[in-house]
């Protein structure tokens, strides 16, 4: 249906993709610059690093800020080993939707 087709070809004008290996390659030669201390491992960032990256993708177009208390809860079953509580945590994962946030890359499409 010609209809259809314009849509589609509007709706893949509109999607970027967001190469998660890449951004993960960053971060993991960046993580100090959000390590408090000297002993964390890339590791210990990176279930907040992901989390920053996946709300991101996912709430397309929310404030970070708005988001805080559903990603604590979310926080709190992914952390696995982590040895970032909530409160260091919450930080790392707004760099990760920041940075996502100023490179201009919209919401859409993860490639990993």
């Known amino acids: 249906m010609p209809g ?3 849509e589609t070809r ?15 390659a960053y971060w993991r030669t960046h993580y100090r ?5 000297s002993d964390l491992r890339f590791e210990d960032l990176l279930p907040a690093l992901k989390l920053g990256m996946d709300a991101y993708i996912r709430t397309r177009g929310e404030h970070f800020e708005a988001l805080a208390d559903r990603l604590a ?12 509580d909530w409160q ?3 930080p790392v994962a707004e760099a990760a939707w920041r940075r996502l946030e100023s ?10």
């Open 4 to 6: 259809d087709l314009e």
């Open 10 to 24: 509007q709706t893949q004008a509109t999607v970027q993709v967001i190469d998660l290996d890449r951004e993960l």
């Open 33 to 37: 610059e959000l390590a408090y201390r």
């Open 73 to 84: 809860e979310t926080y709190a079953r992914v952390r696995g080993n982590s040895r970032l």
């Open 88 to 90: 260091r945590a919450l």
């Open 103 to 112: 490179l201009n890359a919209p919401h859409w499409v993860m490639r990993h």
